[in-house]
Nanobody
Framework: QVQLVESGGGSVQAGGSLRLSCAASGFKYSNYLMGWFRQVPGKEREGVAVINSDGSTLYADSVKGRFTISRDNAKNTLSLQMDSLKPEDTAIYYC?????????????????????????WGQGTQVTVSS
C-alpha cells in the first residue's frame, strides 16, 4: 500500500524557516518523481516544487530562491527546506507522488497541471507564517 506521511509543519514569523519531511513507503520510491503542493482553504491546490529521481528540480516562481526540495533515495524520504518565509506561504503542505512513473520531461506539467486524482497524497501539514 502506497503511503506518504508528512511532518515538520508549524508556526513561524515572517523571515523565519521551517523544514518539512515526507516518509514514503509501498512503492519503488527511487523510480518516481516527487513533489510538494500547498493549499489554502477556498483555493485550488498549487504546485510548489518537484524533484526527479536524478535530483533535478523545478520550482514555482513564488518560492524560487527561498525553498529547496531534496530527496534521499536510500531512506525513501523527501524534504522541503523553506527559508525567508512570507505570510502568503501560509497553507497546508502536501507531499505527493504520481500514480504512474513519469520522466523529467513531465516535470512542469505534473507540477502545474496534474489533477488531484492523478496523484497519491500525504495527509498534509499546516504551515503558518505570521507578519
Amino acid at each position: 500500500q502506497v503511503q506518504l506521511v508528512e511532518s515538520g509543519g508549524g508556526s513561524v514569523q515572517a523571515g523565519g524557516s521551517l523544514r518539512l519531511s515526507c516518509a514514503a513507503s509501498g512503492f519503488k520510491y527511487s523510480n518516481y518523481l516527487m513533489g510538494w503542493f500547498r493549499q489554502v482553504p477556498g483555493k485550488e491546490r498549487e504546485g510548489v516544487a518537484v524533484i526527479n529521481s536524478d535530483g533535478s528540480t523545478l520550482y514555482a516562481d513564488s518560492v524560487k530562491g527561498r525553498f529547496t526540495i531534496s530527496r534521499d533515495n536510500a531512506k525513501n524520504t523527501l524534504s522541503l527546506q523553506m527559508d525567508s518565509l512570507k505570510p502568503e506561504d501560509t497553507a497546508i503542505y502536501y507531499c505527493a507522488a504520481p500514480k504512474i512513473s513519469l520522466d523529467k520531461s513531465w516535470n512542469k506539467w505534473w507540477l502545474m497541471h496534474s489533477s488531484p486524482e492523478f496523484n497519491v497524497w500525504g495527509q498534509g501539514t499546516q504551515v503558518t507564517v505570521s507578519s
